[in-house]
């Protein structure tokens, strides 16, 4: 096996290095040799060499779909790349119960939902509903939490206000759809709403979605983001880690405000 330059790490197809990349895009033509040819310029416009249009087909009236490999020069530095990600200790729900009822000592409530236009709760199902997915089930059948699940298309003063009136410990988001950075949009509209109202610091925020990254999540101030791929007991072992984190620091800040108040005496 060739040994990886990660200074230099470059996209694999057939072999170790090769710079082969597979893409696909759509434009508003019909299918045709110049259509074909069109797409092909693009390609190369983009800086790729050794452009092929494996597959072109009609996707409705005057648009294409195209499906092209390619090659390039262009490398990253893989050793100077930086992307936050969780590192959460693996524990199954049995254990993460037990723990939050030990250092908690009451269930962890939260309230989810989808805002905005968004009418897919295919994710936010799959993390609060009983069920799951995968074999790994979901947040309301934990002891160690209490879910409340408001569903789609849900303004998001009411999915502030009913966190406020549930005393929640967290707010849940999730955003499926994303076309034209919407998703961006109700992540920031719903950070804007609670600053207004004195209260982004009173619950543990945490979004999910196709689109979503944790190092998106933090730039917008959530505590954390999931992507596709992530389970319930992963969300379920961030929310255990970060209650416990934020119980053990309010007694410490109420001794360091006591203190001060102390010595301006």
């Not at 000592?105 to 509903?129: E, Q, S, W, Y």
């Given at each position: 096996m060739a040994e990886i330059d990660l200074k230099n790490l470059l996209p694999y197809g057939d072999t170790t290095q090769?710079?082969?990349?597979?893409?696909?895009?759509?434009?508003?033509?019909?299918?045709?040799?110049?259509?074909r040819e069109a797409a092909t310029h693009i390609a190369r416009n983009w800086g790729f060499f050794d452009v092929k249009i494996a597959h072109m087909s009609k996707i409705g009236i005057?648009?294409?779909?195209?499906?092209?490999?390619?090659?390039?020069?262009?490398?990253?530095?893989?050793t100077k790349v930086e992307a936050p990600q969780l590192d959460l200790e693996k524990r199954d729900y049995k254990e993460i119960d037990k723990k939050i009822l030990q250092e908690v000592?009451?269930?962890?409530?939260?309230?989810?939902?989808?805002?905005?236009?968004?009418?897919?709760?295919?994710?936010?199902?799959?993390?609060?509903?009983m069920k799951g997915f995968d074999g790994d089930i979901g947040l309301e059948r934990y002891k160690g939490f209490r879910v409340v699940n408001m569903g789609s298309q849900v303004p998001t003063e009411e999915l502030i206000d009913r966190a406020v009136k549930e005393n929640a410990d967290a707010i849940l988001l999730s955003k499926v759809v994303s076309q034209k950075?919407?998703?961006?949009?109700?992540m920031r509209d719903l950070?804007?709403?609670?600053?207004?109202?004195?209260?982004?610091?009173?619950?543990?925020?945490?979004?999910?979605?196709?689109?979503v990254t944790h190092k998106l999540?933090?730039?917008?101030?959530?505590?954390?983001?999931?992507?596709?791929?992530?389970?319930?007991?992963?969300v379920a072992n961030f929310l255990y880690e970060k209650m416990v984190e934020k119980l053990d620091r309010t007694p410490k800040e109420k001794k360091e405000t006591k203190a001060r108040g102390k010595k301006q005496k």
């Open positions: 090769d710079g082969a990349v597979q893409l696909s895009f759509t434009l508003p033509v019909e299918p045709s040799a110049k259509a005057g648009y294409s779909f195209f499906v092209v490999m390619a090659r390039t020069e262009k490398s990253v530095d893989f000592k009451r269930p962890i409530r939260i309230v989810g939902a989808c805002t905005g236009f968004d009418a897919h709760t295919v994710g936010l199902d799959a993390i609060l509903n950075d919407i998703h961006i949009y109700d950070m804007s709403q609670l600053k207004k109202r004195g209260l982004e610091k009173k619950f543990i925020l945490v979004v999910g979605g196709p689109r999540a933090l730039e917008l101030g959530y505590d954390a983001g999931f992507t596709i791929g992530s389970r319930p007991s992963d």
